[in-house]
């Protein structure tokens, strides 16, 4: 399967989708999209088809969001699309594509429902916490 995770290694969330797609067997394609950006028809396309509205998308903790003043529910979704396209960061993480769907995945064990393998349990996040149990079973986040 194919599978392609917009990624931010900065992030942690991030990391576990990447270490959680990796550890279940897969090589996923990785856009590090803080350093490649954005196109406005690859943001369209991508909250289109996970079902998200840009504002939805929005990354509104440790971001310029709150300076950009986009955080007041007045600001179009065309006005967050150009920040976001200036200011990469802006965009929620991470994204994953794959032929099951497309998911913000947040918390990290939402990537669970788009994989049609799962890692070996039991399997837990970069911070220690139990995702998946010894009997293969995802654990509440």
């Known amino acids: 399967m194919d599978i392609v995770i917009h990624h ?10 990447l270490k959680l797609i990796q550890d279940a067997g897969y090589a996923p394609t990785v856009v590090e999209y ?6 406005r028809p690859q943001l369209q396309a991508l ?3 996970a079902g998200l509205t840009p504002r939805q998308a929005l990354r509104t903790s440790k ?20 920040h976001m396209l200036e200011h990469p960061v802006l965009v929620n993480r991470p994204i994953v594509a794959c032929k099951n769907g497309v998911k913000l ?8 429902d788009l994989l049609d393998n799962w890692p070996q349990g039991p399997w837990a996040k970069e911070d220690g916490a139990a995702l998946i149990d010894a009997d293969g079973n995802r654990l509440p986040e």
């Open 47 to 49: 909250f289109a088809a």
């Open 105 to 112: 995945c947040r918390p990290s064990g939402a990537v669970l």
């Open 8 to 17: 931010n290694p900065a992030c942690g969330t991030s990391r576990n989708v």
């Open 34 to 39: 803080i350093d490649t950006g954005w196109t």
């Open 63 to 82: 971001s310029p969001a709150e300076e950009l003043g986009l955080l007041d529910p007045s600001v179009t979704d065309e006005v967050l699309l150009d």
